[in-house]
């Protein structure tokens, strides 16, 4: 039973595209985080929310609590972004960190 | 800025050894975590630190693991008895005040067991 569904799995655009990956969950949460996760293996956090929406740069993080979804958009795409995409949950019951599987994201120049 | 650092980068052991792989958080921060990530698959939670014992824990995290602050600025996890299947990527992370917080993650530990 997989708590955090990520869609698509991989996914390759041409530069310039509008991105967007998709998460749904099941379980209760406290905060949503959304990270990047580079062909190195280093993570690095890109948003953390609990409600609406959170921009960074070309990066859109939006969440609907009711439906247990959220979204990562990414504006202008460009082959520096090509990294994998994971969505995660903070549980409301044991505040442990579950983790989705991840989007393997390509941009072709 | 900031970071979390771990060491080593790489490590290959023998069945039956045991690993300590250490990480040194972001200094004024207080939740420390370990995570693995076996080869293909998602990162999964092992344990998170707070106040110098173990917060949560996941089924995971049984008898052959533990962690340890054994100073202020190491945070360590051992595995006493390493089983083929531990290896993988292993990821220290930290956050400041409260499990809301970001965390922020080491490059990992990439373990190999033979």
């Known amino acids: 039973k997989n708590e955090v569904e990520q869609s698509p799995q991989n996914l390759t655009a041409q530069e310039g595209e509008f991105i967007t990956i998709n998460c749904s969950y099941s379980?209760?949460?406290?905060?949503l985080h959304w990270l990047q996760q580079h062909p190195g293996g280093g993570i690095v956090s890109l948003f953390m929310?609990?409600?609406?929406?959170k921009k960074h740069g070309r990066l859109i993080a939006t969440i609907n609590i009711q439906e247990k979804h959220s979204s990562l958009h990414i504006t202008a795409s460009h082959p520096r972004d090509s990294a994998v995409y994971i969505c995660?949950?903070?549980?409301?019951?044991?505040?442990?960190?579950?983790w989705g599987a991840g989007t393997k994201l390509i941009i072709k120049p | 800025e900031p970071e979390v650092t771990q060491t080593p980068s790489h490590q290959v052991t023998q069945m039956g050894q045991e690993v300590i792989l250490r990480c040194v958080p972001i200094?004024?921060?207080?939740?420390f975590y370990w995570y693995r990530q076996i080869l293909g698959q998602k990162v999964e939670f092992l344990v998170s630190?707070?106040?110098?014992?173990?917060?949560?824990k996941s089924e995971i995290f049984d008898d052959q693991f533990s962690v340890e602050r054994p100073d202020g600025s190491n945070f360590t996890l051992k595995i006493r008895s390493t089983k083929l299947e531990d290896s993988a990527m292993y990821f220290c992370?930290?956050?400041?005040?409260?499990?809301?917080?970001?965390?922020?993650f080491g490059p990992g530990t990439r373990l190999l067991v033979l």
């Open positions: 992370a930290s956050s400041g005040l409260a499990y809301q917080e970001t965390q922020y």
């Open positions: 200094s004024n921060h207080l939740y």
């Open positions: 630190f707070y106040n110098n014992e173990i917060s949560e």
């Open positions: 379980v209760g949460i406290s905060a």
């Open positions: 929310l609990s409600s609406g929406k």
């Open positions: 995660a949950v903070t549980s409301n019951s044991n505040y442990q960190l579950i």
